[in-house]
């Protein structure tokens, strides 16, 4: 959401700067200004630059109760309960505890549809699930 409303802002930024009227060259040929197309090229692709570093920068985590059943390892995210089925690295990953795991989601395969979280480490270990 953050960077849609950056990206938003950068674009009427731009919008702004490059609406600019046209002068009259009064029988002049060719342009004596600055060279703006190419500062403004540049520009767009440095905001190009920090918006992906910025996004793939963002570390990915969830939080929750960690349970074990019949289909494998899943973790219930407290912020959205949504529920997990947990893949990746799982060997810290205790069943019973409330974890923090960094991971990224990722797309069932299955006809289930059932989300996935491929964890990548164990960030915090909270101890027991309260119920």
Not at 21 to 48: E, F, M, N, R
Not at 73 to 100: C, F, H, V
Request: net charge positive; proline share 4%.
């Amino acid at each position: 959401m953050k960077s849609k409303c950056i990206s938003t802002v950068l674009i009427v930024a731009l919008g702004v700067a490059l609406a600019a009227p046209a002068k009259a060259q009064g029988g002049k040929i060719g342009y004596s200004g600055p060279v703006v197309g190419p500062i403004v090229g540049a520009v767009a692709a440095l905001v190009v630059v920090v918006l992906v570093a910025i996004h793939y920068s963002k570390k990915r985590s969830v939080t929750g109760c960690v349970t074990s059943g019949t289909n494998g390892t899943s973790i219930t995210d407290e912020k959205d309960r949504q529920i997990y089925a947990l893949s990746g690295n799982t060997t810290a990953i205790k069943p019973g505890d409330r974890m923090k795991v960094q991971g990224k989601k990722v797309k069932s395969k299955g006809a289930d549809k059932t989300l996935g979280w491929e964890a990548k480490d164990v960030t915090k270990d909270f101890g027991v699930c309260q119920p």
